[in-house]
């Protein structure tokens, strides 16, 4: 017994109409921290960790408002005291 024509057609359109699609996004960063120079902070003032490329949320423990950082909970106000200006890399062309 032959199977049906249609079938086939079906299950190769199936194959051919699931194409991934993606989304690229890219940040400015004018900030990064001291003692972890891989969390960057972006002009629109979000948290990035460029190792892994993904957001770092805002939390709140207590009464203070800051991020996780390699496992520890830092405040916004000690992370203040810890940003600074990321170093120009000179390219030699």
Known sequence: MA????LITTIYKHFYTTNMNYVSVTYSYNYQLDFAP???YTI???????????????VRVGGSI???IKGKFYSLTKLR???VKPEVIKLPF
Request: charged share 30%.
């Open 3 to 6: 199977t049906p024509q249609w």
């Open 44 to 58: 629109c003032k979000k948290c990035i960790n460029a190792k892994t490329n993904r957001q770092i949320k805002q």
């Open 66 to 68: 800051g991020y996780n």
């Open 81 to 83: 005291k810890h940003l």
């Open 38 to 40: 891989e969390y960057k």
